[in-house]
Every structure is written in structure tokens, then in C-alpha cells.
């Protein structure tokens, strides 16, 4: 496998683990306003409203939980890079509502899948 196939199959599992997580959000009753949003360099990967609240979800898929659970990997940059995105938003949509930062979890295992969603996973700080 070469690299470029490598990252295709990456995106691949990505986009099947977005779609995962918005059929998970959508079936827990979140409101989907947008999926794959982008900002600058930013991108939301799926933006809902529950509760009157703006809720901001960073997806992270995996094949493998071997090196650590998939939420594991959302770096305080990463989670910097979504607040800035986040705020661009409700700005641009002119929302006033409170934002809550969750993430969705999905691991791919033998065809099947399994979603954790972590709500509140992050605070922005100040």
C-alpha cells in the first residue's frame, strides 16, 4: 500500500465514521446544521443544535483502538482550532447560544462499528 492510497483509505474511513456519528446524533434527536464546515484552514466536522445550544462535534474514527482510544487524539490545538472555527460561526449565522464541545467517537472493527459520544468534552479556556 502506498502512502496516497493509505490517506485515501483514511479519508474513506473518516467519511464512513462522519456519517455514523450524524445517523447516531440525528437518532438522539440533534438538529444537524452542517456537516464538514469549513473556516480559514478550520473544519467543523459536524455542527448541531440540542437543547438551544450550539453543539460543536469533532468525529474521531478509528480501525484500531491500539494505540488509544480515538478521542484520545484531539490535541489542545486541535480543540483551539475548533473554538476559533466555532465562534466564526455562530458569528457568520449571527447565533446567540451557548456552545458545547462534544466528541463522537467511532470505531470500525470486522464491519461493524461502535459509537461513544462524549458530551462536554472540552471547555474552551481562557
Do not use: C
Request: proline share 2%.
Amino acid at each position: 500500500m502506498n502512502l496516497h492510497s493509505k490517506n485515501n483509505a483514511s479519508q474513506i474511513t473518516g467519511q464512513k465514521g462522519e456519517e455514523q456519528a450524524a445517523f447516531f446524533l440525528t437518532a438522539a434527536n440533534y438538529k444537524i446544521l452542517d456537516i464538514n464546515w469549513h473556516y480559514r484552514k478550520f473544519e467543523i466536522d459536524i455542527i448541531a443544535e440540542y437543547d438551544n445550544k450550539l453543539i460543536i462535534v469533532e468525529v474521531k474514527t478509528r480501525s484500531t483502538n491500539l494505540f488509544g482510544n480515538p478521542e484520545s487524539f484531539v490535541s489542545l490545538k486541535k480543540q483551539q482550532f475548533l473554538i476559533a472555527a466555532a465562534n466564526a460561526y455562530a458569528e457568520k449565522k449571527q447565533l446567540d447560544k451557548e456552545i458545547r464541545f462534544d466528541i463522537v467517537s467511532v470505531l470500525f472493527h470486522n464491519n461493524q462499528f461502535t459509537i461513544e459520544h462524549i458530551p462536554d468534552a472540552f471547555y474552551p479556556r481562557l
